[in-house]
Nanobody
Framework: QVQLVESGGGLVQAGGSLRLSCAASGRTFGSYAMGWFRQAPGKEREFVAAISPSGGNTDYADSVKGRFTISRDNAKNTVYLQMNRLKPEDTAVYYC?????????????????WGQGTQVTVSS
């Protein structure tokens, strides 16, 4: 079992930055891939970024490439999402997710554990 707690969301102006954190407890943190997803009002949840257990392999949605960076600190059991040059369309609830494998995946079904989400609002 894995418990995930996100933090770092908030209100920011377009062009600004935020860093989301996700603290994990339970299973050995460094043994599974992690991901970030988001859900905007009236839309389905979508993939944002994912990272391998070692941090050596990452993947991003096209909409955030070059602006967002996913990273992890296995010693702190934490995964981060650095979000730069934010746009109003980035407004959403952001969810941290833990996989049951080492594979970096863009698919929700690959992730067995989910946090409660943190709201990110970008004003124009």
């Amino acid at each position: 079992q894995v418990q995930l707690v996100e933090s770092g969301g908030g209100l920011v102006q377009a062009g600004g930055s935020l860093r989301l954190s996700c603290a994990a407890s339970g299973r050995t943190f460094g043994s599974y891939a992690m991901g970030w997803f988001r859900q905007a009002p009236g839309k389905e949840r979508e993939f944002v970024a994912a990272i391998s257990p070692s941090g050596g392999n990452t993947d991003y949605a096209d909409s955030v490439k070059g602006r967002f960076t996913i990273s992890r600190d296995n010693a702190k059991n934490t995964v981060y999402l650095q979000m730069n040059r934010l746009k109003p369309e980035d407004t959403a609830v952001y969810y941290c997710a833990a996989s049951t494998t080492v594979v970096v995946s863009t698919r929700e079904y690959a992730y067995a554990y989910w946090g409660q989400g943190t709201q990110v609002t970008v004003s124009s």
